[in-house]
């Protein structure tokens, strides 16, 4: 750790998922209003990443680190305080989907998704939420989903994961401000977005491949930053039609949002993946 990180007189905050994505604009909007960063990533990308957010005066301490193993949790932590700095803002968004059939996905990348989306969250959570009470402040954003609204047919894990971190996120903030008041804690739940998100599910072959209509990241960041900013309990990401979206799915029957959402999450090869059957028995 840098002397010059060490004696900044910005503030510190960590993202995870910062790399691409709604990640890297939210990282990039706190360098430019005056943060420091801890900022991970999957890959050496989070290097590259870590030099745009420099141009805007940030010290960054890029880590990469797979967030579904305990001992990525525990590398992220670990650079956070090696800083010796309080942590003033958290952004747990690193996150990924599934597409296709449940009938023919792989178990153990259903698993690793869960330990991403799910128990990365609560693993790190932990020392953020103690770090900042014991500290008497700071804000923590945990991206969820529009996902978390309604059921995912053809991503079937993927929702019920998002379901977890929105709930999480809510039960989190009412205990902070019991607890610990000055912490405040937002959920963030875009909907589609213009990142590879979905290319990287692999639903290229979707309603959600190549030439749909997704909200921008860098609006969803936005919003994402000023609910945060704001201490809001939640925030929609996305445009108009999105934030109807989620309020219409408050009063919609679980079928119809199921069938709904498999019109558009279904692979239109709906023919079954032919499986390796040493693959399969791992």
Known sequence: MST???????????VTGASAGIGYQ?????????YDLVATGGSDSIDRAAADFEQHGAHVVPVRADLSKRDGVQVVWQAVQDTGRPLEAAVLN???SIGGAFLDTDLDDELDLLALNVTSVVALAKPVARHMADHGNGKILITSSLSATLPTPYETVYGPSRAFTYMFAEALRQEMKDRAPGVTVTALLPGATDS???ARAGMGNTAFGPGAKKNSRIQVAAQGYRALMAGKDHVIGGDLRTKLTALTNRLLPEPFKAARHARKAQ???????????ATASR
């Not at 010059?4 to 510190?12: A, D, I, K, V, Y």
């Not at 939210?26 to 005056?34: E, K, V, Y």
């Open 196 to 198: 590879d998100f979905h």
């Open 4 to 14: 010059n990180h060490r004696n900044s007189g910005r503030p510190l905050a960590l």
């Open 267 to 277: 692979p239109r090869d709906t023919a079954p993946r032919q499986r390796d059957t």
């Open 94 to 96: 690193a996150g990924r």
């Open 26 to 34: 939210l990282a990039l909007l706190f360098a430019r209003n005056g």
